[in-house]
């Protein structure tokens, strides 16, 4: 009988999913589950309207999600990306007033104001040592207070030229979603290829690590904040281009918390050092098959909450198993005796 | 007499790396040099006139017992702690660090305790992290892992890739890796704080190569360690502190094991462990396995009498600690029998344990053994607070007898109602720990590496406290790297080895046979 020798090169020698495969599973088996359960009803989930909405649900949601992918791998957060959003939108179409030839003016404006915001949450965070949780709300707050007494609903107006980012499809696949994948792409090519991706993660892993090795802690806090920011930004301009018209209200869309779920349920650790984009863009899918699928069967809205949180805490339960019991992935002997190996 | 000396003299040399002595013969210009430093902290000085001298292409141990001050000088030369008196000199020049990286920069490295690696990234990110070659501004990933490939072949490290995830590595290997990345900024001068304190012996030997292949290059070497052995088998100087004061710079050759110890502890060593008591006769059964068994160790067969102290040797890995876990219900076993005073049990959870009067001291204290923010006695009582709460108060007011029984000085005793446990040193932390325990009045204690990283006199208290718990009737299962402490405090020795009992072999057996059982060359 040959004893299970256990070596640490073997211990990782068995190929084990990761995270963003896991991810990427769980989306076609909700595609799946969803689409039987449509066709079931007579309907069909990959119709051409379905499909577009689902993708049109994945750029708003993404955008956000993927600058809220980056802070949170630097173990920070941002809750004010969905006041941002709001607060953006009606920058740029006020910026904009109907005018086409201010289209550009409107989008530099507004972009510069969520990277402000992002600056002074970086700020706040990096150089005050506020807890970012708090530092994000109370930006958030201010943000709202901010809107709630300058903005009456909706102002502003988009020129049709820009409505197009919001409408334009190349077949079923809308312009806004094709952007949103680049933005991801440009995140991807940031945290694995350039120094700074590299230190968000030694930041996010290990804050006295990353400084000890030369880092610059507080530069990579305060640059993902303002690329998360921004991102936030993007995703109100495309709200301006939807509506054809800014509006206070967004906020109450839950794009903050969403845009957390969305890159937890990606495999992101929230505790960070850990995550990536690609499995944020696929969290986010999950989240927007889901919309459609609740939509398309006409599920009882105050239900589809329900469901929401039901699957984001099965799935992070999930990856919980799988990181708290390194355990069971090296063991010697299975439970009913003998070798494991 | 003279136990412990004479067990140094009779382990040969695992790992001989001392061959060719002459070829490192000191060079004349010392490359790091302290003068008269001192260092105080609110108040009190920790650090007197101490005067060091590094040379290249040298080992130089610095010894001590825990509170001597060796933790501090490092942090002085790393850059951590800043002086208030004397001088720190590189190369002749005087120099001062404001911060760790630029003592790094300067070429002065120190390896911590902690790791200070990233365990979710990859071996070169690590060691290059903060340094990332780059390629029209992107980081050069083949470059990265060509260079963290020249580096580990420099040092002769098979074994260990590029692109392996660090926290999928053993211990050794991650303290290898540590010491590669000191190795990348050009370290003339590395300090080691205590490598070997996580290690099972076959690991030291993965060590002791790097070390001397790094004196080899010309690296002045700082070695702070407990194990004398290590001292004896890599150093060329010794230093010893005592209480924040110099005591004693010379040749490893030219001082005796005695010699340092006397100088360390200041007191003669004989008799470093408490003698066996004459001829007890262990009584009752107190712990049994029968077939025990889970997911990483299988068919564990043992008894322990009460009065009885059984060792469960074998190297790092080997599943030792893991039959700690399932007769404590932490992994619970899931096949066999496992009786406590003849009555079968079954632990799933360390709260049943706790109910059966079992008692685990852990190898983990700060993580696993102590709320570190809180105070002794909040320490002390956790178990009964959780467990026997209906028995708490009046069981806890045995604290400070037993805090003091356990040789932990009265100021602390005192103070045990508010004194954080994370400003105490090893030793009187890993006897809070204890305390917790003993008042719980154990049938059965598990100590698990109970005297890793705690001073002489703390590894004294705990030797004491076992021949008493013993005497008192119970029963003791001793886990322990350190071959000494096995052969001389067990009874019995039960040696472990990929997740098997692979023998048993009676107290005061050799190391080499204990060796032999744990790494199966037999």
Same mark, same amino acid.
């Given at each position: 009988?040959?004893?299970?020798?256990?070596?640490?090169?073997?211990?990782?020698?068995?190929?084990?999913?990761g995270?963003?495969?896991?991810?990427?599973?769980?989306?076609?088996?909700?595609?799946?589950?969803?689409?039987v359960l449509?066709a079931?009803r007579?309907?069909?989930?990959?119709?051409?309207?379905?499909?577009?909405y689902?993708l049109?649900?994945?750029?708003?949601?993404?955008?956000?999600?993927?600058?809220?992918?980056?802070?949170?791998?630097?173990r920070?957060?941002?809750?004010?990306?969905? %006041?941002v959003?709001a607060?953006?939108?009606?920058?740029?179409?006020?910026?904009?007033?109907?005018?086409?030839s201010?289209?550009?003016?409107?989008?530099?404006?507004a *972009?510069?104001?969520?990277?402000?915001?992002?600056?002074?949450?970086?700020?706040?965070?990096?150089?005050?040592?506020?807890?970012p949780?708090?530092?994000?709300?109370?930006?958030?707050?201010?943000?709202?207070?901010?809107?709630?007494?300058?903005?009456k609903?909706?102002?502003?107006?988009?020129p049709l030229?820009?409505?197009?980012?919001?409408?334009?499809?190349i077949?079923?696949?809308?312009?806004?979603?094709?952007?949103?994948?680049?933005?991801?792409?440009?995140?991807?090519?940031?945290?694995?290829?350039t120094?700074?991706?590299?230190?968000?993660?030694?930041?996010?892993?290990?804050?006295?690590?990353?400084?000890?090795?030369?880092?610059?802690t507080?530069?990579?806090?305060?640059?993902a904040?303002?690329?998360?920011?921004l991102?936030?930004?993007?995703?109100?301009?495309?709200?301006?281009?939807?509506?054809g018209?800014?509006?206070?209200?967004? %906020?109450? %869309?839950?794009?903050? *918390?969403?845009?957390?779920?969305?890159?937890?349920?990606?495999?992101?650790? *929230?505790f960070?050092?850990r995550?990536?984009?690609?499995?944020?863009?696929?969290?986010?899918?999950?989240?927007a098959?889901?919309?459609?699928?609740?939509?398309v069967?006409?599920v009882?809205?105050?239900?589809?909450?329900?469901?929401?949180?039901?699957?984001?805490?099965?799935?992070?339960?999930l990856?919980?198993?799988?990181?708290?019991?390194?355990?069971?992935?090296?063991?010697?002997?299975?439970?009913?005796?003998?070798?494991?190996? | 007499?003279?136990?412990?000396?004479?067990?140094?003299?009779?382990?040969?040399?695992?790992?001989?790396?001392?061959?060719?002595?002459?070829?490192?013969?000191?060079?004349?210009?010392?490359?790091?040099?302290?003068?008269?430093v001192?260092? #105080?902290?609110?108040?009190?000085?920790?650090?007197?006139?101490?005067?060091?001298?590094?040379?290249? /292409?040298?080992?130089?141990?610095?010894?001590?017992?825990?509170?001597?001050?060796?933790?501090?000088?490092?942090?002085?030369?790393?850059?951590?702690?800043?002086?208030?008196? =004397?001088?720190?000199?590189?190369?002749?020049?005087?120099?001062?660090?404001?911060?760790?990286?630029d003592?790094?920069?300067?070429?002065?490295?120190?390896?911590?305790? #902690?790791?200070?690696?990233?365990p979710?990234?990859?071996?070169?990110?690590?060691?290059?992290?903060?340094?990332?070659p780059?390629?029209? =501004?992107?980081?050069?990933?083949?470059?990265?892992?060509?260079?963290?490939?020249?580096?580990?072949?420099?040092?002769?490290?098979?074994?260990?890739?590029?692109w392996?995830?660090?926290?999928?590595?053993?211990?050794?290997?991650?303290?290898?890796?540590?010491?590669?990345?000191?190795?990348?900024?050009?370290?003339?001068?590395?300090?080691?704080?205590e490598?070997?304190?996580?290690?099972?012996?076959?690991?030291?030997?993965?060590?002791?190569?790097?070390?001397?292949?790094l004196?080899?290059?010309?690296?002045? !070497?700082?070695?702070?360690?407990?194990?004398l052995?290590?001292?004896?088998?890599?150093?060329?100087?010794?230093?010893?502190?005592?209480?924040?004061?110099?005591?004693?710079?010379?040749?490893?050759?030219?001082?005796?094991?005695?010699?340092?110890?006397?100088?360390?502890?200041?007191?003669?060593?004989?008799g470093?462990?408490?003698?066996?008591p004459?001829?007890v006769?262990? /009584?009752?059964?107190?712990?049994?396995?029968?077939?025990? /068994?889970?997911?990483?160790?299988?068919?564990?067969?043992?008894?322990?009498?009460?009065g009885? !102290?059984?060792?469960?040797?074998?190297?790092? =890995?080997?599943?030792?600690?893991?039959?700690?876990? =399932?007769?404590?219900?932490?992994?619970?076993?899931?096949?066999?029998?496992?009786t406590?005073? /003849?009555?079968?049990?079954?632990?799933?959870?360390?709260?049943?344990?706790v109910?059966?009067?079992?008692?685990?001291?852990?190898?983990?204290?700060k993580?696993e053994?102590?709320?570190?923010g809180?105070?002794?006695? +909040?320490?002390?009582?956790?178990?009964?607070?959780a467990?026997?709460?209906?028995?708490?108060?009046?069981?806890?007011?045995?604290?400070?007898?037993?805090?003091?029984?356990?040789?932990?000085?009265?100021?602390?005793?005192?103070?045990?109602?508010?004194?954080?446990?994370?400003?105490?040193?090893?030793?009187?932390?890993?006897?809070?720990?204890?305390?917790?325990?003993?008042?719980?009045?154990?049938?059965?204690?598990?100590?698990?590496?109970p005297?890793?990283?705690?001073?002489?006199?703390?590894?004294?208290?705990?030797?004491?406290?076992m021949?008493?718990?013993?005497?008192?009737?119970?029963?003791?299962?001793?886990?322990?790297s350190?071959?000494?402490?096995?052969?001389?405090m067990?009874?019995r !020795?039960?040696?472990?080895?990929?997740?098997r009992?692979?023998?048993?072999l009676?107290?005061?057996?050799?190391?080499?046979a204990?060796? +032999?059982?744990a790494?199966?060359?037999a």
């Amino acid at each position: 009988m040959t004893t299970g020798k256990i070596s640490p090169a073997g211990a990782g020698r068995r190929h084990h999913l990761g995270s963003t495969e896991i991810v990427y599973l769980a989306l076609v088996g909700i595609l799946l589950v969803a689409g039987v359960l449509v066709a079931v009803r007579g309907g069909t989930l990959f119709a051409q309207q379905n499909v577009s909405y689902m993708l049109t649900q994945t750029s708003l949601l993404g955008f956000v999600a993927i600058g809220q992918t980056l802070v949170v791998l630097c173990r920070s957060l941002d809750l004010s990306v969905g %006041y941002v959003v709001a607060l953006c939108s009606l920058i740029g179409a006020t910026t904009m007033a109907g005018d086409p030839s201010r289209v550009w003016l409107g989008v530099v404006a507004a *972009l510069a104001v969520a990277a402000g915001v992002g600056l002074v949450n970086g700020l706040i965070i990096a150089a005050l040592r506020v807890n970012p949780f708090i530092a994000t709300l109370g930006m958030g707050l201010i943000v709202k207070g901010f809107l709630d007494t300058r903005f009456k609903g909706p102002e502003g107006e988009v020129p049709l030229a820009f409505q197009t980012f919001g409408y334009t499809r190349i077949g079923p696949v809308p312009v806004s979603t094709i952007v949103m994948l680049l933005v991801a792409a440009a995140v991807f090519v940031l945290l694995t290829r350039t120094r700074p991706g590299y230190h968000m993660f030694a930041v996010g892993g290990n804050l006295d690590v990353a400084r000890l090795s030369g880092v610059r802690t507080g530069r990579i806090i305060v640059l993902a904040h303002v690329l998360c920011s921004l991102c936030a930004g993007v995703a109100g301009l495309l709200i301006a281009a939807r509506f054809g018209t800014g509006n206070a209200l967004v %906020y109450s %869309y839950g794009l903050d *918390l969403d845009s957390i779920a969305a890159v937890v349920l990606g495999g992101t650790l *929230l505790f960070g050092g850990r995550g990536s984009v690609v499995g944020t863009v696929g969290g986010v899918a999950i989240l927007a098959v889901l919309d459609t699928a609740f939509n398309v069967l006409d599920v009882n809205p105050f239900f589809k909450d329900v469901l929401r949180g039901v699957i984001i805490i099965a799935a992070v339960a999930l990856y919980a198993r799988r990181q708290l019991d390194p355990a069971s992935r090296r063991a010697r002997f299975t439970t009913g005796g003998g070798d494991a190996a | 007499m003279h136990l412990l000396l004479d067990i140094y003299q009779k382990i040969p040399r695992l790992v001989d790396m001392r061959a060719d002595d002459d070829a490192h013969a000191p060079s004349p210009d010392p490359v790091l040099r302290l003068r008269g430093v001192g260092k #105080e902290f609110f108040g009190t000085s920790v650090l007197r006139e101490i005067d060091l001298t590094l040379y290249p /292409g040298q080992v130089h141990a610095l010894v001590g017992e825990n509170g001597a001050g060796k933790s501090t000088l490092m942090k002085v030369i790393a850059g951590v702690h800043r002086p208030e008196t =004397g001088t720190v000199e590189l190369d002749g020049a005087p120099v001062t660090f404001p911060t760790p990286l630029d003592a790094q920069r300067a070429g002065v490295a120190t390896v911590f305790q #902690e790791f200070n690696l990233l365990p979710d990234r990859s071996v070169a990110e690590n060691v290059y992290l903060g340094r990332e070659p780059l390629r029209r =501004g992107t980081v050069d990933r083949r470059r990265l892992h060509a260079d963290t490939t020249r580096l580990l072949d420099d040092l002769g490290l098979t074994g260990i890739t590029p692109w392996t995830r660090v926290g999928s590595l053993s211990v050794a290997q991650q303290q290898v890796v540590e010491i590669v990345k000191a190795v990348s900024y050009d370290a003339r001068i590395i300090s080691m704080d205590e490598p070997t304190a996580a290690l099972a012996d076959q690991e030291v030997a993965l060590l002791y190569e790097l070390v001397r292949r790094l004196r080899d290059r010309g690296v002045a !070497i700082l070695y702070v360690s407990h194990r004398l052995q290590e001292i004896y088998d890599l150093a060329d100087t010794i230093t010893v502190l005592k209480d924040g004061n110099h005591m004693l710079t010379a040749p490893a050759a030219e001082v005796s094991p005695d010699r340092l110890v006397r100088t360390m502890v200041g007191r003669d060593f004989a008799g470093f462990f408490p003698d066996r008591p004459a001829d007890v006769v262990p /009584g009752e059964v107190r712990l049994a396995l029968q077939g025990s /068994g889970n997911t990483m160790v299988d068919g564990i067969d043992l008894e322990v009498r009460a009065g009885e !102290i059984v060792a469960l040797a074998g190297l790092q =890995g080997s599943g030792r600690t893991e039959i700690a876990h =399932g007769v404590f219900g932490i992994a619970p076993f899931t096949r066999g029998r496992m009786t406590v005073d /003849g009555q079968p049990v079954q632990v799933r959870t360390p709260r049943q344990g706790v109910r059966h009067r079992l008692a685990l001291v852990t190898e983990d204290r700060k993580s696993e053994g102590l709320a570190l923010g809180q105070s002794v006695l +909040a320490n002390a009582r956790l178990v009964l607070d959780a467990v026997l709460p209906r028995a708490s108060d009046r069981r806890s007011r045995a604290v400070p007898g037993v805090l003091t029984s356990l040789d932990v000085a009265a100021s602390t005793v005192a103070t045990a109602r508010d004194a954080e446990v994370q400003y105490l040193s090893g030793g009187n932390q890993q006897k809070v720990v204890l305390a917790k325990w003993l008042v719980t009045e154990p049938r059965v204690i598990v100590l698990d590496e109970p005297t890793r990283g705690i001073d002489v006199g703390a590894k004294r208290a705990v030797y004491d406290l076992m021949r008493t718990l013993t005497a008192d009737g119970a029963a003791v299962l001793l886990i322990s790297s350190e071959l000494p402490e096995v052969v001389a405090m067990a009874d019995r !020795i039960l040696v472990v080895r990929d997740g098997r009992i692979a023998g048993e072999l009676p107290g005061g057996s050799s190391d080499e046979a204990v060796m +032999a059982l744990a790494t199966g060359v037999a």
